[in-house]
């Protein structure tokens, strides 16, 4: 299979409440085109998890796949970091 031609991001869980689905926010950073000023941009990927590991605060892995369903395009690639319960 050709996965080194594939995206790859990693972000932090903001909610895994649907079944097989987590949606994960990725922070971009780069210069404002104008101001030169370094901005952060948010973006928000639903993923596939079909095995519902993800839980909210934990950093992953994501990859690109076919599409899955209507939005989702990414699927969980691996858990970086779990998230520390308080």
């Avoid at 926010?25 to 590991?53: A, C």
């Avoid at 992953?60 to 209507?70: G, H, N, R, Y």
Wanted: aromatic content about 6%; proline content about 6%; glycine content about 4%.
């Amino acid at each position: 299979m050709a996965d080194n031609n594939r995206k790859q991001l990693i972000g932090y869980v903001l909610e895994s409440k649907m079944q097989k689905t987590a949606v994960v926010q990725i922070d971009t950073r780069g210069p404002h085109p104008v101001y030169k000023k370094y901005v952060t941009q948010s973006k928000k990927y639903y993923v596939h998890d079909p095995e519902n590991e993800c839980q909210p605060g934990d950093k992953v892995s994501i990859i690109e796949c076919q599409p899955k369903s209507k939005l989702k395009r990414w699927r969980l690639n691996q858990v970086e970091e779990k998230a520390t319960g308080i």
